[in-house]
Each structure stands twice: as C-alpha cells, then as structure tokens.
C-alpha cells in the first residue's frame, strides 16, 4: 500500500492521529484529487480488519471523501506513516485455562466537534489480554453526561452477551461479566440468559 500511494519513502510515526489534529470541512482549503483520497481510505479501511488500532483516526477521514482538502489528505498521509512505523507490533494471548472477562465501557459526552454527539467505547478483557474493543458514535444527541453513559452502558451489555453466547460455542460457561468504567465508578453484572 505504501508502495502504491508513493509513501514508501515516509517518515515512520509512532501514533496514527495527532490529538491537536481537528479535521474539519474546511471550505478555504485546497481540494484534492478525490479518487486517490477515497482510494487511500478503501486500502486503510481493508487493513483494519486485521488492524484495528487505527480505525478510530481512518473512519474519521472517511467522514470528509465528498470533498476532501490537504488538511484531510495530510491526515491519512500520517496513518500510513504509523503503519510503517508499527509493522512489528502486535497482540499477544499466552495460553491458559483462566477465561476470567470483562467489559469496559466508557463515554465522551459531545466529544464530536462536528455535530457534537457522544462516542461510546466497549473494551473486552479476557485475563490480561484484549480480545475485542470499538468505538461508536452513538445516534441520538445525548443532553447529559449521565444519558451518554447509559447508553455506553448498554452497548457494553450487548457486548458481554455477546461474548458469553460465543464462548459457550468453546464449552466455556461463564455464570456473569462484570462491565465496568475505567475509572470503577459502577460495576454491572451481566448474567442474564443468553440461550433464551
């Protein structure tokens, strides 16, 4: 991919997006040539299903393919530039018969600058290790911080049934999932019937 889009000879880095990076529609800027900027998006996008440590930051520059500008071409010029950086990287699950798991679950409350809604975030453990996470835009415009962490709860509860539907595939039965903020705040046990 890099080698297609003429980034072979880029600099590595070390993180996808920068955090002072707010990429807008930003009418003064100059456009680009479309068909390379959704080009570039559908090679990230294929990527993700195998790399998903940067699927925050492309589906974030897939949101500008109508009308993209330098700012936003920039912008998925730095995820391939991470990508070369972090060829070597990966996750590792040692094994074990412990599948002890849990579901985090976090909210940003109107953290989207474009339309302000909140973004829900599910984090599944089993033991030390990750087994599954995304991040969502949720649909409604929640008017508390509260409503955007229920929300964010519930997403996270349908995760852990999830979960526990597809571990009993493995004859692994587990009696309930505590999802939980990172902070700890509030612990929920989902143990409800999944069969059902």
Known sequence: MLKKF???DSKPIKTPMSSET????DEDGEFVDDTKYRGMIGSL?????SRSDFMFSVCLCAYFQEDPNTSHLEAVKRIFRYIKGTTHLG???PKGTGVETIVYANSD???DYVNFKSTSGVCTFMRCCLTSWFSKKQTGLAISTTEAEYVSAGLACQQ???????????DIKLDDIPVTPPNGAWTEHVSGDVTS
């Open 45 to 49: 996008l294929y990527l993700t299903a």
């Open 109 to 111: 409350h109107a953290g």
């Open 6 to 8: 003429g980034l072979e």
């Open 22 to 25: 707010k990429l807008t529609r």
């Open 160 to 170: 852990a049934l999830w979960m526990k539907q597809a571990l009993v595939d493995y």
């Open 91 to 93: 996750l590792w699950y």
